[in-house]
């Protein structure tokens, strides 16, 4: 072989090498949703979101290794406070985008999730109460859910409303009768007529619009108080229910720190900033291989109580030492 037919034979090998290399199959870039129901999609967005909540979900991925956008994509969406449809389409979507998983932080989304991906697409759920996830067979147990739903529910049960109730109660002795606005309507916690001689009225509000409904329903009812339920929608309506409860010089018990940040009286529940930090360590493991079904649902342990001292002083309340004692903010 002479020289000439040498070179060029080595020049034909060289070029083909990454011809070759480029016709291999990219190796597929792992895509999850995160889907917030309230959080307005704005301040979602970027390395570092204004949403606490959304922050903290993306630290959490961050510290573990994910770096949105280098070796994976997070699809973010919010819901805008528009109740179940439009979830249910932000889920549809998540389908068509064959995302690998998604995180959601509302009770309606073991259903919708289960119905849309037809029971194929994993879930890890922030939000919602345990006893409502096994009645519904979203999950066999806490230890073991067995299907495809897991994560950190937001309650352990409705006995959250009997402590809650009671908190209220300390602030304001003289209430009776109590507004629980909620989504389905709910049966009276069962501690709070027999041990707080308290009457306790469930008024439903399904959706945003039927807001307005409920808010007569309470004046109709003459309640001197009022605790707050979870409907997946109604901290992105927080102004609007804050300013009614203040129209109507009513204490009120809310479940999260952000209603008393706000104005509210009261809160008590678990940290929502924490319970979507964590879920990243769910997503971690899932991404990893490991089944939902096999992955705990954890259940809040620490309960915050925020007390805000300038809407007890417009109720005229003196909120007794024993609870500020025992509060873990107290708004002056």
Do not use: C
């Not at 070759?20 to 870039?29: C, F």
């Not at 889907?35 to 307005?40: A, D, E, K, R, S």
């Not at 925020?306 to 809407?311: G, S």
């Amino acid at each position: 072989m002479d020289r000439r037919t040498f070179l060029a034979g080595t020049g034909a090998v060289l070029l083909a090498a990454p011809l070759t290399a480029d016709a291999q199959p990219e190796r597929k870039r792992l895509r999850i949703g995160f889907l917030l129901v309230n959080t307005p999609l704005v301040d979602m967005v970027g390395p570092q979101p204004k949403s606490p909540s959304a922050r903290a979900f993306l630290d959490g991925m961050r510290d573990l290794g994910w770096i949105d956008g280098q070796n994976i994509s997070i699809e973010r969406r919010s819901g805008e406070g528009q109740g179940v449809d439009r979830l249910r389409g932000m889920v549809r979507e998540m389908v068509s985008l064959r995302v690998d998983l998604v995180v959601v932080n509302s009770s309606w989304a073991p259903g919708i999730v289960k119905t849309e991906s037809r029971g194929t697409m994993p879930l890890v759920m922030v939000a919602g109460d345990s006893d409502a996830l096994i009645r519904g067979g979203y999950a066999a147990s806490l230890a073991r859910p067995g299907g495809t739903v897991t994560g950190l529910v937001f309650t352990p049960g409705l006995g959250i409303y009997d402590k809650q109730l009671q908190l209220l109660k300390e602030a304001a002795p003289r209430i009776s009768r109590v507004a629980l606005l909620f989504t389905p309507p709910l049966g009276p916690p069962a501690e709070a007529e027999r041990v707080l001689k308290l009457t306790v009225i469930p008024v439903s509000a399904p959706t945003p619009d039927a807001l307005d409904d409920a808010f007569a329903a309470i004046k109709q009812h003459r309640v001197d108080a009022f605790i707050l339920g979870a409907p997946p929608f109604v901290w992105a309506h927080s102004r609007k229910i804050i300013d009614f409860v203040a129209s109507q010089r009513l204490p009120a018990m809310y479940w999260w720190r952000g209603f008393t940040e706000a104005g509210g009286l009261l809160s008590y529940g678990a940290d929502w900033v924490d319970l979507l930090r964590r879920a990243a360590t769910y997503v971690d493991k899932i991404l990893k291989g490991a089944k939902p079904g096999d992955l705990p649902i954890e259940q809040p342990t620490k309960f915050e109580l925020v007390i805000n001292l300038k809407t007890a002083k417009a109720l005229g309340l003196t909120i007794p030492p024993s609870l500020l004692g025992r509060a873990d903010q107290v708004i002056q």
